[in-house]
Every structure is written in C-alpha cells, then in structure tokens.
Nanobody, 126 residues
Framework: QVQLVESGGGLVQAGGSLRLSCAASGNTFSRYTMGWFRQAPGKEREFVARGRWSWSGFSTTGYADSVNGRFTISKDSGKNTVYLQMNSLKPEDTAVYYC????????????????WGQGTQVTVSS
C-alpha cells in the first residue's frame, strides 16, 4: 500500500503562484510514475502533469497542453515528496488537485494509476 497526502492548495489571484506537495509513504518503488490530476465541478478528472523517476534521479516528465510552460513537476529524493509548482495561474485552473502514483509506466489516464491522495483545493480568482 502507498499513502499519498497532498497539501499546498489555497486561494490565489490570477497571475499568482502556488506549490502543491504530495508526500508518499508506505511501499516505495525503485522506479515509479507520479501524476497530478485535477477535477473542476461538473467536469471529469483530467491529467495535469506526470513524472517518472528511478533511484538515480530525474527521468521523464509530461504536461497537459493547458499547463505546459506554467507548471513544473519535481521530486525531493530525500523526502519521498513530489511537487507541482504552478505559476501564472488562471481562473480556469480552479479545481481540486489530486496526486496519484503507480509502479507501472502511467501516462495521462486516471485508470492507469493505482494510488490516490485525498485532493487539495486550488481556487484562482480573477
């Protein structure tokens, strides 16, 4: 089992920044994929960013077109924590953000991920 706990959400004005954190505990993976997804009211959960790392460090990342160039996924090797740095936030970024994990090469679909956090609310005011 893997437990994921997100934090860092909040209310921010358009153009501002937030950094979300996802702390992982439980079983660890020698090579795993971490993903960030979001879900706005009345909409389906959508892919935001993913990162796949090995014990040697950074490997590959991917982003949704809507956040590419504004959001950055990263990992703290010592803390088993993944971050999502969100810059130049827009009102359309408002959603509950979820962290997800899989030991498989997960990509952009929620069904590819085995473990989920509880979510953290991000609200961007105009």
């Amino acid at each position: 089992q893997v437990q994921l706990v997100e934090s860092g959400g909040g209310l921010v004005q358009a153009g501002g920044s937030l950094r979300l954190s996802c702390a992982a505990s439980g079983n660890t993976f020698s090579r795993y994929t971490m993903g960030w997804f979001r879900q706005a009211p009345g909409k389906e959960r959508e892919f935001v960013a993913r990162g796949r790392w090995s014990w040697s460090g950074f490997s590959t990342t991917g982003y949704a077109d809507s956040v590419n160039g504004r959001f950055t996924i990263s990992k703290d090797s010592g803390k088993n924590t993944v971050y999502l740095q969100m810059n130049s936030l827009k009102p359309e970024d408002t959603a509950v953000y979820y962290c997800a994990a899989t030991s498989n090469p997960g990509h952009i679909y929620p069904s590819e991920y085995d473990y989920w956090g509880q979510g953290t609310q991000v609200t961007v005011s105009s």
